[in-house]
């Protein structure tokens, strides 16, 4: 073998050119705590609390410790709910802009020790961890930026001696926490240890964010970091659990005064809905809605709580998307979710652990219009059916539109297409259509346009077909697609 070869075999370009080697990787890619965030997929957040009792959205923060008693309050209930609903893990609001603080914190008096919630002994916090590990759910935290109790709030000593110990000891006493949250909503009218005055704070600076973050990064190191700019996972700009049609897992928070950074508050919110395509950052979406109309318990709603089917669109609309799902749960004044929110949940789950059983498209055979160096061992399409997110069906690089058909070999029934990016890769592909093989032509069924970590395509009617064809129209780097699925909705009885 004369050098030149083998040097080039070494370097893994082969002899059919640089195809042998993986693609390159295309614009930001996601980091390993993101890359486990996406596989989790859904989540719920939690929020219990002062407001529970009050009937109220947002405590003034003057609300008397004593009226938190959730004399029933069972953590293996609620957790155990989310469970059944297929949500794999938690986010407990520890303290919301009341500044009531769930856990027996140091850092205030305004915490569950002084009310009678066990005699002063109890610790919601401690309660949640437990049930988690006892039923195998993540937990994270969420612990208000602003504290409307706070009479520091609005000064630096409310960052340093308040909000950052609270930080430090959510996350010293109850990980492993998997996603940390801070929120947009900063600043106002509030009691402030009897000021009862505006306060007024620069959303931009006053957090110190990068230091505040810092935290997270030193004792969780595997938590995403939510907020408005990130910087692991974005709002998605939107309270209504709904992510756009196309939603790029990039982005670039803006800000919306020119000369100021953006911070949680403080950015054009509205274009985290569909992300930016040239995004400088991998920051996917989150999307966030209430089981009910409320995120706290009022029993006024008791008969507003969102049916199955409703669940199931949101579920198409932000996991569908390539977003994350959090979905809001409000624990009642005794400390459990109200029947109704069990039995929706319940029922939800139930539905998409039917729908997502069984892949129809597997034990099909796959074709490809082009394999990558034609390896088609390392890059072939039977990747795509292997159920692993990061084994992938790859082209050469100048082949950016391939098109794949997939024989499924007899006719069968499905309604939902799946497809999903090798995203250590990047985010690669622009457009996507699916036909179908009906009365002797192809005929198209479906399209899309992001891909990113998965994409439901939710079908207009159910397709009966012995084979499929996905031809992807648009990519700004040869595509690396590692999952094609095929499923049929499981019925929806309500
Ligand atoms: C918002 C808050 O103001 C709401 O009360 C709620 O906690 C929601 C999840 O985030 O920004």
């Given at each position: 073998?004369?050098k030149?070869l083998?040097?080039?075999?070494l370097?893994?370009?082969g002899?059919?050119?640089?195809?042998?080697?993986?693609?390159?990787?295309?614009?930001?890619?996601?980091?390993?705590?993101?890359?486990?965030?996406q596989?989790?997929?859904?989540y719920c957040?939690?929020?219990?609390?002062p407001d529970?009792?009050?009937?109220?959205?947002?405590?003034?923060g003057?609300?008397d410790?004593?009226?938190?008693?959730?004399t029933?309050?069972?953590?293996?209930?609620?957790?155990?709910a989310?469970?059944?609903?297929?949500?794999k893990?938690?986010?407990?609001?520890?303290?919301?802009?009341d500044?009531?603080c769930?856990?027996?914190?140091?850092s205030?008096?305004?915490?569950?020790?002084?009310?009678?919630?066990?005699?002063?002994?109890?610790d919601?916090?401690?309660?949640?961890?437990?049930?988690?590990?006892?039923?195998?759910?993540?937990?994270?935290?969420?612990?208000?930026?602003?504290d409307?109790?706070?009479a520091?709030?609005g000064?630096?000593?409310?960052?340093?001696e308040?909000?950052?110990?609270?930080?430090k000891?959510?996350?010293s006493?109850?990980?492993?926490?998997?996603?940390?949250?801070h929120?947009?909503?900063?600043?106002?009218?509030g009691?402030y240890g009897?000021?009862n005055?505006?306060?007024?704070?620069?959303?931009?600076?006053?957090?110190?964010?990068?230091?505040?973050?810092?935290?997270?990064?030193?004792l969780q190191?595997?938590?995403?970091?939510?907020?408005?700019?990130?910087?692991?996972?974005r709002?998605v700009?939107?309270?209504?659990?709904?992510?756009?049609?196309?939603?790029?897992?990039?982005?670039?928070?803006?800000?919306?005064e020119?000369?100021k950074?953006p911070?949680?508050?403080?950015?054009l919110?509205?274009?985290?809905?569909?992300?930016?395509r040239?995004?400088k950052?991998w920051?996917?979406?989150e999307?966030?809605v209430?089981?009910?109309?409320?995120?706290?318990?009022h029993?006024?709603q008791?008969?507003?709580?969102?049916?199955?089917?409703?669940?199931?669109?949101?579920y198409?609309?932000?996991v569908g998307?390539?977003?994350g799902?959090?979905?809001?749960?409000?624990p009642?004044?005794?400390?459990?979710?109200a029947?109704?929110?069990?039995?929706?949940?319940?029922?939800?789950?139930?539905?998409?652990?039917?729908t997502?059983?069984?892949?129809?498209?597997?034990?099909?055979t796959?074709?490809?219009?082009?394999?990558?160096g034609?390896?088609?061992?390392?890059?072939?399409?039977?990747?795509?059916i292997?159920?692993?997110?990061y084994?992938?069906?790859?082209?050469?690089?100048k082949v950016?539109?391939p098109?794949?058909?997939?024989?499924?070999?007899r006719?069968?029934?499905?309604?939902v297409?799946?497809?999903?990016?090798?995203?250590?890769?990047?985010?690669?592909i622009?457009?996507?259509?699916?036909?179908?093989w009906?009365?002797?032509?192809?005929q198209?069924?479906g399209?899309?346009?992001?891909?990113g970590?998965?994409?439901?395509?939710?079908?207009?009617d159910?397709?009966?077909?012995a084979?499929v064809r996905?031809?992807?129209?648009?990519a700004?780097?040869s595509?690396a697609?590692?999952d094609?699925?095929?499923?049929?909705e499981?019925?929806?009885n309500n």
């Amino acid at each position: 073998m004369n050098k030149l070869l083998l040097t080039a075999l070494l370097c893994g370009i082969g002899v059919t050119g640089f195809s042998q080697s993986a693609p390159r990787p295309y614009g930001p890619l996601p980091s390993p705590r993101q890359l486990k965030w996406q596989e989790t997929e859904m989540y719920c957040l939690i929020h219990f609390g002062p407001d529970t009792y009050t009937d109220k959205e947002w405590g003034n923060g003057d609300e008397d410790p004593s009226i938190v008693n959730p004399t029933k309050f069972s953590a293996m209930q609620i957790v155990g709910a989310a469970k059944a609903g297929g949500f794999k893990g938690i986010i407990v609001v520890a303290k919301h802009h009341d500044g009531f603080c769930l856990w027996p914190t140091k850092s205030t008096e305004h915490n569950i020790s002084k009310s009678p919630y066990k005699n002063g002994k109890g610790d919601i916090l401690r309660e949640y961890r437990e049930a988690c590990d006892k039923l195998g759910m993540k937990m994270g935290v969420y612990c208000s930026p602003w504290d409307r109790n706070s009479a520091l709030y609005g000064k630096p000593e409310y960052v340093t001696e308040v909000y950052r110990k609270q930080l430090k000891e959510l996350y010293s006493n109850y990980g492993p926490l998997f996603e940390v949250w801070h929120d947009g909503a900063n600043g106002g009218d509030g009691y402030y240890g009897g000021a009862n005055e505006k306060r007024t704070i620069d959303r931009s600076t006053y957090y110190g964010w990068d230091e505040t973050w810092g935290i997270a990064r030193k004792l969780q190191p595997g938590a995403m970091i939510f907020g408005d700019v990130g910087p692991d996972v974005r709002w998605v700009g939107n309270e209504r659990g709904v992510a756009g049609e196309t939603c790029w897992a990039t982005y670039t928070p803006h800000s919306p005064e020119p000369g100021k950074a953006p911070g949680n508050g403080f950015v054009l919110d509205k274009e985290g809905t569909e992300g930016h395509r040239d995004g400088k950052y991998w920051m996917p979406a989150e999307c966030d809605v209430a089981l009910r109309p409320g995120w706290f318990y009022h029993a006024s709603q008791d008969d507003k709580v969102k049916s199955p089917a409703t669940l199931l669109d949101l579920y198409y609309k932000s996991v569908g998307r390539g977003a994350g799902w959090d979905l809001g749960l409000s624990p009642n004044q005794l400390g459990l979710l109200a029947d109704n929110d069990v039995k929706s949940l319940t029922a939800f789950g139930n539905i998409l652990k039917e729908t997502f059983k069984t892949n129809l498209a597997k034990g099909a055979t796959l074709t490809a219009s082009n394999v990558r160096g034609k390896n088609k061992q390392r890059f072939g399409p039977a990747n795509l059916i292997d159920n692993d997110r990061y084994t992938y069906w790859a082209t050469d690089n100048k082949v950016t539109t391939p098109e794949l058909v997939v024989n499924l070999h007899r006719p069968k029934t499905f309604n939902v297409v799946r497809l999903r990016e090798n995203i250590k890769l990047g985010q690669r592909i622009d457009a996507v259509a699916v036909d179908a093989w009906v009365d002797n032509a192809w005929q198209e069924v479906g399209t899309a346009t992001s891909i990113g970590g998965n994409r439901l395509i939710r079908l207009k009617d159910d397709v009966t077909t012995a084979k499929v064809r996905l031809r992807i129209t648009a990519a700004a780097a040869s595509p690396a697609l590692s999952d094609f699925g095929l499923f049929k909705e499981a019925a929806i009885n309500n």
